[in-house]
């Protein structure tokens, strides 16, 4: 059974930095896209930023040139490294991941069949 761990939210300043990381298990083979999704209080999860297993990025504009996504492929592990981060950045952050490779920079939602718990970032001075 493939699990997604999402570890490395908490509590920050306006300003500061944090990285998530995503460490995929129970899997044999190297995944596809994986993703960091968000979802802010009161507001529809929204894709953050995505990387497929060959390299493509996609971010979404709002973090765009604050947040950089990476991952290993041998260790199906993904990174979000973000910073200056702002109180509309505070969310729970979830990884997604795809067992299918794609050609595509960007993935709908749908084609993410694994998912992380999630982990909470709280923006607040």
């Known amino acids: 059974q493939v699990q997604l761990l999402e570890s490395g939210g908490g509590l920050v300043q306006p300003g500061d930095s944090l990285r998530l990381s995503c460490v995929a298990s129970?899997?044999?083979?190297?995944?596809?896209?994986m993703a960091w999704y968000r979802q802010g209080p009161g507001k529809q999860r929204e894709l953050v930023a995505s990387i497929s297993s060959g390299g493509l990025i996609n971010y979404a504009d709002s973090v765009e040139g604050r947040f950089t996504i990476s991952r290993n492929n041998a260790q199906n592990t993904a990174w979000l490294q973000m910073s200056r981060l702002g109180v509309a950045d505070a969310a729970v952050y979830y990884c997604?991941?795809?067992?299918?490779?794609?050609?595509?920079?960007?993935?709908?939602?749908?084609?993410?069949?694994?998912w992380g718990q999630g982990t909470q970032v709280t923006v607040s001075s």
């Open positions: 997604a991941a795809s067992p299918r490779h794609y050609p595509s920079q960007r993935l709908r939602e749908s084609h993410y069949n694994y």
């Open positions: 129970g899997i044999s083979f190297t995944l596809g896209h």
